[in-house]
């Protein structure tokens, strides 16, 4: 059974930082490429950062220079750094993995971060 298990999230005043976990089990964690995606109240998910196997990256322009994805492939788990938090960035950040050369992907559950202005 795939269980992406995220954590980290909660409430943090503007410029704060918090930094987001995901453990991954029941997958072969270097087979997939992992990421955060996140979705605010009335807006559609959105993709934050992507990290293949080899530590390729890939993020929204909202988040550049702002937030940081890496993984330990040793401990199946994937980061998601944030600094300079902004009020904007309040939503339910979502960890996500998707089998290299495939279309299977599976969710977390979900994490709030609340940024308080």
């Known amino acids: 059974q795939v269980q992406l298990v995220e954590s980290g999230g909660g409430l943090v005043q503007a410029g704060g930082s918090l930094r987001l976990s995901c453990a991954a089990s029941g997958i072969i964690f270097s087979f997939h490429v992992m990421g955060w995606y996140r979705q605010a109240p009335g807006k559609e998910r959105e993709m934050i950062a992507t990290?293949?196997?080899?530590?390729?990256?890939n993020s929204a322009d909202s988040v550049k220079g702002r937030f940081t994805i890496s993984r330990d492939n040793a401990k199946n788990t994937v980061y998601l750094q944030m600094n300079s938090l902004k009020p904007e960035d309040t939503a339910v950040y979502y960890c996500?993995?998707?089998?290299?050369?495939?279309?299977?992907?599976?969710w977390g559950q979900g994490t709030q971060v609340i940024v308080s202005s």
């Open positions: 996500y993995a998707r089998r290299i050369g495939t279309s299977t992907n599976y």
């Open positions: 990290i293949t196997n080899g530590g390729s990256t």
